[in-house]
């Protein structure tokens, strides 16, 4: 029987008389536990599967929820309870009323939106108007957060741009009816439509279960209600609401009592993840917080109990040696580990030098440091270097250069082959051979014969390459900076000043201000300078990441070898876990490392400035360290040599009374 397993608290739960029911689920509780033996209660009740409704955020969790319960009930009982996220449920309805509806990703409606958008005239004024991108994406937000109107909501925040809000709401008007005319709908109309039909129509359930009701926004919240249920079972946890920037709606769950003045409310205390230590710290931190309702997690398992440990460094790169070199030599299986940060940006340094030393480990979100197109870049100069004969690392470069595709960066470098007598390097340098190859059509006979006709708009040179049939200005150009730099390092040794050079040549600079480009231009074609100056520092701080790697090796064949050859080795979707605190959620490992806990980072300071909570923070924090099930490691750094930015320690770790005001941080 499915209940068996339950313990009293989630047992009382899921028993529970039909009506109004919120359970606080608690870290490591066993929430999942809980809600599939209330639909087992519910089935053994004699309730119709087909007047259940289970609600969660991911399909994937209903899935798994349903699977359980086949343990205990015949699949075609099962099959009948619907289920599934809020946009599922509410497009397979309204796919069954109206056969037209046709989902359009968010991609295809900005271009609608922009469209439109591009019909108006905001000329004329002194304010610059919001793009149309920007628009959309507040209409978005607002869809789900609010209930006034959308200029009201608009106003409360951006009252400046009063002298726009005719037009905003004339482009919204015409975007709302041309969805219409062709049937579109998008992820907040699914929610929007159905809530309309429901006002028309009855649409009852005996009781509707919503899962991780603490992430709810405003939008989910009105269909619930819209739904009329008879009796609602929700179960959350509102110290781990963290999706507040998705428009999450914490109010869903703190005023369930009293918006439901017949709620019953149930807690979920015993955790079965943590050790007690681990459950002491996140208390403590949590606290700080407005009680909604109280509770207080106690240990459900019998695991010895290891202490929290802080970590404190002087600087950011070596916080991220020790933490690697502390993986190295732990003897707990790399899959249960968990390395986990507040902003993406802080995995890169713990990535680079877990491969260092050769630790698999998988990235969650985002791409992998060694995977983006700055980094390859420069490992591919380097490795050309090291090895002339690395024609795909040739190939790899001349990507960059304008209008030469893979057929020519071939040829360019079978031609520089051809004129260094069997040597890449000396055909780029000091080539001995003054006639390119006479196989191919690309290319010209000679040096001389033929390019008065094909260099007219070529600055001329001596090198044969120029007189390649398809050499012009702009990829002549680029060679001349791979050549440039190549002499420039031709007698270094170490890898450090080799990538020192690269990132103040002529060569990367184009590398930079192209990513950088391409990063920040918005589909008119308009360069968004906020866009472009972060992504120009990003990139640098990769490259000066990468040059601090390299500072440990003095052969440049070794340095390569464990940047390039070793990822080869590392095992696909295996390895130490690098996530983001919103990319943890839901999961647990043995061991965790929270890292880069400075005031700025962790909480993240920029975040709250444009709107953010140093309470959601302290949320995050929470999440964070319960995801812990044996030990526990805290860090921070007190400086980063790139930045030549001076840190103070995460107020996150005073509240946790691992640091005092008095103390003297002075390194690990």
Known sequence: MALNTLNSEQLKAATASLGHNLVIASAGTGKTSTIVGRIAHLLYSGVDPKKILLLTFTNKAAGEMLSRLERFFPKEIVSQIESGTFHAVCYRWLKARDSKVSLKQPSELKILFKSIYEEYDLSGKELQPFSALYLYELYNLYQNASIDTFDKWFLASYGEHDCFMDTYMSIIEKFELEKKEYGFVSFNDLLLRTIEYLKTQDFYFDEILVDEYQDTNTLQGMLIDAMKPKSLFCVGDYDQSIYAFNGANIENISTFTTRYKDANLFSLTTNYRSTASILELANRVIEHNPRIYPKQLKVGCDKQDIPPRLMIYHELFEQYHAIAHSIWSSHVPYNDIAVIFRNNSSADGIEATLRELGIPCKRKGGTSFFDTKEVKFMLDVLSLFSN?????????????????????????????????????LKGILSPTINTLPKKNNLTTGSLFGEMEDNTKNIKRSTHPLYSHQKADDDNMAFFENIKEYYKEILKEKKPSKMIAKLIKSPLYEGIIELLSLQRSRLKNGEIEQNRYSEAKERILQKAMLLYELSKNYHEIDRFLNAMILGAGELSQGDGVNLLTVHASKGLEFSDVYVIDLMDGRFPNTKLMSRGGELEEERRLFYVAVTRAKEKLYLSFANYDKVKKTEFKPSIFLFEAKLLKESDHLLGA
Request: hydrophobic share 50%.
């Open 388 to 424: 002339p004969k690395d024609m795909m690392a040739f190939l790899h470069i001349f990507e960059y250069a304008k209008g030469v595709g893979p057929a020519l960066a071939k040829d360019f470098f079978l031609s520089l082959v051809h004129v260094g007598e069997g040597d890449l």
